[in-house]
């Protein structure tokens, strides 16, 4: 069975500060990994994905992500975070090479940005 | 804005009753996923259905049923409603099934069950 741990309930940084979002993930074989954010009252959106190749990932809203087979991590930076960036981000995992979609997501980091 | 629109945006009932969620997919995907998100369980997966088949089946209750049509618009009835349903329930929708497609969300219907 596939999970996905975020040990981070709550982070606060200052704007223009440097961030980090940890992600470890527990899957059998290959996984797609997935980092999304939902911003209050809002759907969730995709930040950047992992499927194969380069394990340095970039995606929108400058963040990026690294996967680390060995750690089972997938976490997610931003060198000089906005205070737009305050939301909560989940990470999640897809089944690697089958024909169905089910994610399996993070309980979710709550981002607080202070100015 | 997505692509995905779901109706309606708030919904407040009372338990044992049945209701119906709705969902739209973007124009050409033809997956639909629903997902619960609530404080105590985070975002669940429900059910995915791939071209009107089910496809995928996660922690779904027996009192919840879901269907995909032929205009690829999905419903998710939810029946016998406890106080516990109350969350946000997500539908997202992707081109086609595998597990590396990207899934694009709706902004969720809240579910209020008193």
């Known amino acids: 069975a596939q999970s996905v741990t975020q040990p981070d309930i709550h982070i606060t940084v200052s704007e223009g500060a440097s961030l980090e979002l940890r992600c470890n993930y527990s899957y059998g074989a290959t996984p797609y990994l997935f980092w999304y954010v939902q911003s209050p009252g809002q759907g969730l959106q995709l930040l950047l994905k992992y499927f194969s190749g380069d394990t340095l990932v970039q995606g929108i809203k400058g963040f990026e992500a690294e996967f680390k087979r060995s750690q089972s991590s997938f976490n997610l930076r931003k060198p000089s975070v906005h205070w737009s960036d305050a939301a909560e981000y989940f990470c999640?995992?897809?089944?690697?090479?089958?024909?169905?979609?089910?994610?399996?997501f993070g309980q979710g980091t709550i981002l607080t940005v202070h100015p | 804005d997505s692509g995905v629109t779901q109706t309606p945006k708030h919904l407040i009932t009372a338990t044992g009753q049945r209701v119906t969620l709705r969902c739209s997919p973007r124009?050409?995907?033809?997956?639909v996923y629903w997902y619960q998100q609530s404080l105590d369980q985070g975002l669940q997966f429900l059910i995915q259905?791939?071209?009107?088949?089910?496809?995928a089946k996660g922690n779904i209750l027996e009192r919840f049923s879901a269907q995909q049509f032929p205009d690829l618009h999905s419903e998710l009835n939810l029946s016998s409603l406890e106080l516990g349903d109350s969350a946000l329930y997500f539908c997202?929708?992707?081109?086609?099934?595998?597990?590396?497609?990207?899934?694009?969300f709706g902004p969720g219907t809240r579910l209020t069950v008193l």
């Open positions: 259905y791939y071209n009107g088949e089910e496809r």
């Open positions: 124009s050409g995907d033809l997956s």
């Open positions: 997202a929708s992707s081109e086609t099934s595998g597990g590396g497609n990207e899934q694009f």
């Open positions: 999640a995992v897809g089944p690697g090479g089958t024909s169905y979609g089910k994610l399996t």
